[in-house]
C-alpha cells in the first residue's frame, strides 16, 4: 500500500470497477439526464463500461457536464493567460475560493481546451461524506484535505498532503489546484492563508524557502463570478461572525451549497492565470530574513496577482456605491444594471435588516475595495 491511499484519487485500473460501482446510483443518473439530456440511460451505461482512465471519465463525460453549466447557468465563461502557459509543464494553482465544486471544475475544463495539463484538486473531506460524492471525487482526480482531527493528527495529516502534493508536481508531472485558505471566502476579502504555505513548505526539507517555492510553479489563479449563486447561502455565516457567534452548519447545508452553486445564475465568469512565480522569489530571498517572513511575503506575492486580475464586474460596482451611497463607479453599470442587482437583493434577504444588508453588499462591494488598495500600494 502507498502510503497516499487514504487520500489519493483512484488509480486508472480502478476506474472502470468504480465507475461502474455507482453507474445506476440515483444521483449519476440525474447527473448524466442533466449533461445529456436527450439520451437514454443505456447510452451512458454503455459507455461506461469502456472508460479505464480518469482522463476518459473527465474527457468524455465531466468536461460536458461542466460546458452545460456554463450553458445553463451563466452568460459565458471568458479566459486570460494560459497562453502563457507551458503544454507540458506541471503548475501548482493557488486560487481564491468562491464555490465548493466549480471552481476547479471550470479550471480543468480550460485547461483542457488549451491543452494544458489537468490537475489533481484538493477538496475537503467533510464535503464528500455520501458514498456516491466521495467516489465521484475520486474519478475526478479529487485528493482529500482530511477535517476535524486533533492537533497533533493535523500536523501529520498536513505533513502527508504536503509531500502528496510535491509527489504529483514533480513525479508524476501532474498540474495540482488548492485554495488560498481553507474554505470559501464569504465576504469578499481574497487573502492567502499563511497556513497553507506552511503545509506546502513541509516538503521542502533542507531546501532554501524560496527556491522549494520557486520549484512549485505556482500560477495564482483569479476566479471571478459576476453573480454569486452561493451568496445569501453565505449570509448566515457571516452574520454570526458579526455578533461573535459560533457558527454551527446544519445537516446537509455542504450539499445544498454545492447544488445552488452548479445550478444557481452566475452571469458571466472569468478566470485568469497570473504569471509564475519566479524571478519575485530570488528578490525575497535576498530581502526576507527568516521562514515567517518569506511566507508572508510569498502570500503578499499570490494576493496581488489574485487581486490585481480578479474581472470587476458591475455588480461589484453598483454594491459598492450602493454602500457608500454614492455614484463613484455610475461610469461602470448602467440603470438596468442597478436595478436588477437591487432585485436581486430584495429578493434574496431580507434587505430592512440594515446590517445583513450591508454585508451582502460588502460581499460584491470588497472587490474593488481591495483592487484600490492594491493600486494604491503599487503606486511609485
Not at 321 to 327: F, I, Y
Amino acid at each position: 500500500m502507498s502510503k497516499f491511499d487514504e487520500i489519493r484519487p483512484y488509480h486508472d485500473h480502478e476506474v472502470n470497477a468504480a465507475l461502474n460501482g455507482v453507474a445506476r446510483h440515483p444521483m449519476m443518473k440525474a447527473l448524466m439526464q442533466f449533461t445529456f439530456p436527450d439520451e437514454e440511460e443505456g447510452f451512458w451505461l454503455s459507455q461506461f463500461k469502456g472508460i479505464h482512465s480518469i482522463s476518459e471519465f473527465q474527457h468524455r463525460f465531466i468536461s460536458q457536464t461542466v460546458r452545460q453549466i456554463i450553458r445553463q447557468s451563466s452568460e459565458g465563461l471568458s479566459t486570460s493567460g494560459f497562453d502563457q502557459l507551458d503544454k507540458n509543464t506541471a503548475y501548482l494553482f493557488i486560487s481564491n475560493h468562491r464555490d465548493i465544486v466549480l471552481d476547479t471544475s471550470l479550471l480543468n475544463l480550460v485547461l483542457l481546451d488549451h491543452g494544458l495539463i489537468m490537475t489533481s484538486s484538493a477538496i475537503g473531506d467533510n464535503l464528500v461524506q455520501k458514498t456516491f460524492l466521495h467516489v465521484l471525487a475520486k474519478l475526478n482526480r479529487n485528493f482529500l484535505v482530511q477535517r476535524g482531527l486533533s492537533v497533533r493528527e493535523q500536523l501529520e495529516s498536513s505533513k502527508l498532503m504536503s509531500e502528496y502534493i510535491d509527489h504529483l508536481l514533480h513525479s508524476e508531472n501532474r498540474s495540482v489546484w488548492i485554495a488560498q485558505r481553507e474554505g470559501r471566502t464569504k465576504d469578499g476579502n481574497d487573502a492567502t492563508q499563511q497556513g497553507v504555505l506552511k503545509m506546502l513548505a513541509m516538503a521542502a526539507c533542507e531546501q532554501p524557502l524560496t527556491q522549494f517555492f520557486k520549484k512549485l510553479k505556482i500560477v495564482p489563479l483569479s476566479i471571478s463570478y459576476e453573480y454569486d449563486p452561493t451568496d445569501a447561502l453565505k449570509m448566515p455565516q457571516i452574520m454570526a461572525q458579526f455578533k461573535n457567534e459560533v457558527y454551527i452548519k446544519s445537516s446537509g447545508e455542504d450539499f445544498k451549497t454545492m447544488l445552488s452553486g452548479i445550478l444557481g445564475q452566475k452571469k458571466r465568469i472569468h478566470l485568469h492565470a497570473g504569471k509564475v512565480l519566479d524571478s519575485e522569489l530570488d528578490q525575497l530571498e535576498c530581502t526576507s530574513e527568516g521562514k515567517n517572513k518569506q511566507l508572508q511575503a510569498i502570500a503578499k506575492l499570490i494576493d496581488h496577482s489574485i487581486i490585481q486580475h480578479y474581472r470587476l464586474w458591475p455588480t461589484n460596482y453598483i454594491a459598492f456605491d450602493l454602500l457608500n451611497n454614492s455614484g463613484q463607479y455610475s461610469g461602470h453599470y448602467t440603470e438596468e444594471e442597478k436595478q436588477l442587482f437591487e432585485r436581486r437583493l430584495e429578493m434574496r434577504i431580507n434587505s430592512s435588516d440594515t446590517e445583513l444588508k450591508k454585508s451582502f453588499l460588502a460581499m460584491y462591494a470588497n472587490p474593488v475595495v481591495n483592487a484600490n488598495k492594491e493600486s494604491r500600494m503599487s503606486m511609485p
